[in-house]
């Protein structure tokens, strides 16, 4: 096998977190991976069961919890730790969130049933993705931004403060605040005029 990181000291999780190729199945990245599976289903037994403290399973989940933030479960993450959500951010059932880069929610966001946001990206070259190298790109999704059921965020995509992404879209490039896009790919097709209130 061709050693893709002579020279490099780095661990793959210290590779990864910079945006760079890695190697996706290290053993460090799989105990991590694994520890985020036990915490979400531990969240997910006692939300279930009715149970207070499952807020506190979320809290050790999830790198950065806002206040209020509603996450119904199943939820489906590769780490959790490289994940921000907003204060007052409602996720709906079935989230799945790669976190291999950096994901950021902002706050009073909603996030329709069935939303894929995915950071991982993979070589186009074949005996690369054979040696298993992999890398990431951050997404951020702004404030008061309402994804629809099934929308799916792909690598690097930022989308802006209160838009909106129809339901079933593939958002795959950036997207600027205050417009309503839709489709696969996702395309602006309206802004959005702020209203008044009272």
């Known amino acids: 096998m061709i050693d893709h990181f002579a020279g490099d000291p780095r661990s793959n999780r210290e590779r990864m977190l ?8 290290d053993p460090e990245l ?3 991976s694994a520890r985020a599976a036990r915490l979400a289903d531990v969240y997910q037994r006692q939300t279930l069961a009715g149970d207070p403290a499952a807020r506190g399973w979320l809290d050790d989940l999830i790198g950065d919890l806002g206040a209020e933030v ?9 780490y959790g730790e490289n994940i921000s959500i907003g204060p007052r951010t409602f996720i709906n059932f079935h989230l799945t969130a790669l ?3 950096r994901i950021t929610i902002g706050a009073d966001c909603q ?6 946001l995915l950071t991982p990206t993979h070589p186009i070259d074949p005996q690369q993705r054979r040696d298993k190298l992999e890398a990431a790109e951050p997404i951020v999704i702004g404030d008061n931004v309402w994804l629809g059921g099934g929308v799916i965020v792909c690598p690097g995509v930022t989308i802006g403060d209160n838009s909106v992404i129809g339901a079933g879209s593939v958002v795959t490039r950036d997207i600027p605040a205050n ?3 839709v489709g696969s790919p996702a ?8 209203s008044r209130v009272g």
């Open 18 to 25: 910079a945006g760079d190729l890695y190697i996706g199945d």
């Open 30 to 32: 799989a105990a991590r």
């Open 70 to 78: 509603v996450i119904r479960p199943p939820l489906h993450v590769d």
């Open 99 to 101: 976190d291999v880069a």
């Open 111 to 116: 996030i329709g049933p069935n939303v894929q």
């Open 179 to 181: 417009v309503v896009a």
């Open 187 to 194: 395309r602006v097709v309206r802004s959005i005029e702020a």
